[in-house]
């Protein structure tokens, strides 16, 4: 008995005690007893698997239970201990399976992981044997034989192995001793022994109280009253046709359905053969589910069974016949699973918003699907929807990652609906869908784009200070800061003035302001460059080139550049009395540092000695003679010329011309005597050039005899030696495009006339090469000096344009000396 008892507390310790069995496969599993509380430590998983404490909650640890929406155990995050989350009933969880096991999983996210974690249920002796009923009617014939045998209706215990019941008791009496007998599966029932003849005349009944036992430490017990009437003789028990019945039953049969029959027979004839049936071991559930007819041994379903709930049931049925004699049999009834639940999607974990740029392969997502159905009807296919940049890939067990194949565009879809759908393999297929909204967050990939290309404007020039200019736009199709445009002006000079002193931008709206005032004559027309940055991280940028085009307003009035504008000297023309009607005299040169119809002057004499002799033309300033010259006419000529431009309101400008009509100018005493004291101090340097130009002449003459032979048949005839060229002096620096804009309209080159006896050149007469005008590319263009000998007048096509003369005009005056020319004397 001591050993039996050191024996027994040792089980105890060992239930109670927490085992950790580490796997192959890195599974643990761990042993604990039922109903520990809540909070109770199982084991260290983390240890035990040998996780980082660390990393436990930035990895999402936690506990799924398959099968079973109950969660019983959970995780500690700080510890990483398994503690009880809820009470553990082993008889309510696993019923009577001799193996109680609880099948839990931990899993981990980035990367995922998942552990197999066996949790094995023991048993405690928590329940006591039970009885199937409060008394135990038997009906014993008194002709019994000593010894005789008989089977008392079994005690059932909820508890299994050593804590189920192990031993019977029975109240000392004068007629029966207890025998423990032990079933085919293991189970203790007694049976009544005969110890002494029964006397119905003496004792009609035998009141008796049976105790059963179980093994539990402290032992628990149950018993049951058993009433015994003593009846005449009845020897033959009931005979099941089978010592056990098996029968296998569809779930969510309907109700009614018959699962089997159970038939005994009974040798005695009469009330001591018929046969009346009953439960005599069976658990409340099946209980709940199953009906037995005492008549006729027929086993119906009252419930709805669930494979998912219970896959078989197990129970006694009993056998007793008129008198009380009893034998039993055991029934299994299996439970066939059929296809009738559909997976169910389980979003495990989801990573939204997923940046635009992941790369292809990124997991966004972990998805679980579980069927409660077995075999193939819990075989799962996961399947996604089509033309979607994403895809599911298996992963672990039952676990999907959800992966992109291909790169996200948040400018072209901001979000996505994912549906996926889990299909079985049963027959017919069950299926279910889960729809997954994912967003694709922004991230800063597109710079600013201008809506043109390039951008022109037009502004008037004597702009207000700050006055907008122009404005450009740049859109950006990020999000929020990334899509939020700035912009600037790029750094730079404009005719040696920056940028910023020219113009400004508002970093919002994108307008350009003038800091100053413009002047067209400086500034025509330049070009600046705009950034537009958006607020990313790092930002992106584009700039565009802004065209600013300076409108000439009529500002400047016209300047006259021959005769002299200052009047340091007397310009004098000299028109030969035989000069003929519409014979040019001479020209009033004026520019005009305007632009455009601004600059298109127009010429006038609006005083005159003779108001009738002469006339200017009104767009080239020509001045020539409106009839011929008679004698009567004045030596002295004075016209006052006005130069007006064509803008509004018109700018004007007037100048004087002095004319001498002879033929002589020593006939001019008083002008001789006037254009002797004004030259008197340079007369030593005008003899010196008077010398040099006679030379000068005497060369050109040669060369100008041997060109006309050469260009005679190519090119008009000309002869030319600068007289009235403007020098460059008369030309400022704002009218390097007098050409362009046609300020100039007409280009001239003039002989010269000079009458004997001139101490000086201020006298002059002029004509041009012919009665209209000369191409723009040739008027002004280049002044020839001395000191440039080699410069464009020594080109033989200038010297031929110098020296070829048009058919026009046949003579050439030096003096009183005047040559025909005839071409075919050239």
């Given at each position: 008995m001591k050993y039996t008892k050191n024996l027994m507390d040792f089980c105890v310790w060992l239930w109670l005690s927490i085992f950790i069995v580490q796997s192959a496969h890195g599974d643990v599993s761990y042993s604990i007893p039922e109903e520990l509380k809540r909070g109770s430590v199982i084991g260290n998983v983390a240890k035990d698997i040998g996780l980082d404490l660390k990393g436990l909650s930035g990895r999402k640890a936690r506990i799924d239970t398959e099968g079973n929406s109950r969660r019983f155990v959970d995780i500690n995050l700080r510890t990483g201990e398994l503690v009880v989350a809820e009470r553990i009933d082993r008889e309510e969880l696993c019923s009577e399976k001799l193996s109680c096991v609880l099948n839990v999983e931990l899993m981990l996210e980035t990367p995922l992981e998942l552990h197999r974690v066996l949790i094995e249920i023991k048993d405690i002796n928590d329940n006591s044997p039970i009885f199937p009923t409060d008394v135990i009617t038997l009906e014993?014939?008194?002709n019994a034989d000593k010894g005789a045998a008989f089977r008392v209706a079994g005690a059932h215990d909820a508890d299994i192995g050593q804590n189920a019941v192990q031993n019977y008791a029975l109240e000392n009496n004068n007629h029966f001793v207890l025998a423990v007998r032990t079933n085919d599966d293991g189970g203790k029932y007694s049976e009544l022994i005969l110890d002494k003849e029964l006397d119905r005349e003496k004792e009609e009944e035998v009141k008796l109280v049976l105790k059963a036992l179980d093994g539990g430490n402290p032992a628990k017990s149950g018993s049951v009253a058993i009433h015994i009437t003593v009846?005449?003789?009845?020897?033959?028990?009931?005979?099941?046709?089978?010592?056990?019945?098996?029968?296998?039953?569809?779930?969510?049969?309907?109700?009614?359905?018959?699962?089997l029959i159970v038939s005994a027979t009974d040798a005695d004839a009469g009330a001591n053969g018929e046969v009346t049936y009953e439960f005599s071991r069976i658990t409340e559930k099946a209980r709940k589910l199953f009906a037995l007819n005492h008549q006729s041994g027929e086993i119906r379903l009252i419930g709805s069974v669930d494979y998912e709930d219970e896959s078989k049931y197990e129970m006694r049925v009993q056998g007793k016949d008129g008198t009380g004699l009893t034998s039993d049999t055991k029934v299994s009834i299996e439970i066939i699973d059929v296809n009738d639940n559909a997976p169910v999607i389980y979003l495990k974990s989801l990573n939204s918003p997923v940046p635009e740029n992941a790369p292809p392969g990124t997991e966004v997502g972990i998805i679980n699907v579980q069927d409660r159905d077995s075999d193939s009807n819990r075989q799962i296919r996961c399947t996604i929807q089509q033309g979607v940049p994403f895809k599911l890939v298996p992963s672990i067990k039952n676990y999907f990652s959800l992966l992109t194949t291909g790169e996200l565009d948040r400018e072209l879809i901001t979000d996505y609906n994912i549906t996926i759908t889990a299909t079985d393999e049963g027959s017919p297929p069950l299926s279910s869908s889960k729809v997954v909204h994912l967003s694709v967050a922004d991230v800063n990939d597109n710079p600013p784009v201008f809506s043109k290309q390039s951008y022109i404007a037009h502004v008037t020039e004597n702009n207000s200070q700050g006055?907008?200019?122009?404005?450009?736009?740049?859109?950006?199709?990020d999000w929020r800061q990334n899509g939020t445009v700035i912009y600037s002006l790029l750094p730079g000079e404009v005719n040696g003035f920056p940028v910023s002193a020219l113009l400004s931008i508002n970093g919002d709206t994108g307008v350009i302001h003038a800091v100053r005032s413009f002047d067209y004559e400086q500034f025509k027309d330049f070009k600046v460059k705009v950034l537009a940055r958006d607020n990313g991280s790092p930002p992106l940028s584009s700039n565009v080139t802004v065209s600013i085009h300076v409108v000439d307003v009529n500002d400047n009035s016209p300047q006259i550049l021959y005769p002299s504008p200052d009047g340091s000297s007397v310009m004098t023309e000299l028109v030969p009395r035989?000069?003929?009607?519409?014979s040019l005299v001479s020209k009033v040169i004026a520019v005009d540092a305007d632009s455009g119809q601004n600059a298109w002057l127009s010429y006038s004499i609006i005083k005159a000695t003779d108001p009738g002799l002469f006339t200017i033309g009104v767009h080239s300033g020509e001045i020539r003679t409106q009839r011929d010259i008679s004698e009567s006419d004045a030596i002295k000529q004075d016209l006052i010329v006005s130069v007006k431009d064509n803008g509004q309101p018109s700018l004007s400008v007037t100048c004087t011309m002095y004319l001498v009509i002879s033929d002589n100018l020593a006939d001019i005493p008083e002008l001789k005597d006037r254009s002797h004291?004004?030259?008197?101090?340079?007369?030593?340097?005008?003899?010196?050039?008077?010398?040099?130009?006679?030379?000068?002449?005497?060369?050109?003459?040669?060369?100008?005899?041997?060109a006309v032979r050469f260009c005679h048949r190519r090119k008009p005839r000309l002869l030319f030696d600068g007289a009235v060229a403007i020098p460059s002096a008369y030309l400022p620096p704002n009218y390097a495009d007098v050409d362009g804009t046609m300020t100039l309209r007409s280009g001239y080159n003039y002989d010269a006339y000079l009458t004997t006896g001139s101490r000086t050149s201020d006298f002059k007469f002029v004509q041009s090469y012919n009665d209209g005008t000369l191409l723009a590319d040739r008027t002004l263009s280049k002044s020839c000096t001395a000191d440039e000998p080699f410069g464009p007048c020594d080109e033989p096509e200038t010297l031929l344009q110098i020296c070829c003369p048009p058919p026009s005009q046949r003579y050439c005056n030096i003096g009183d000396f005047t040559a025909e020319h005839m071409d075919d004397q050239e």
């Open positions: 014993i014939s008194e009846l005449d003789a009845n020897d033959n028990a009931p005979v099941f046709s089978q010592t056990a019945y098996k029968a296998s039953l569809p779930e969510n049969s309907p109700l009614d359905t018959v699962v006055s907008s200019v122009a404005s450009v736009t740049a859109t950006d199709p035989a000069a003929p009607a519409a004291e004004d030259s008197s101090s340079k007369l030593t340097t005008y003899l010196i050039i008077a010398l040099v130009s006679v030379s000068t002449f005497f060369l050109t003459f040669m060369i100008i005899a041997l």
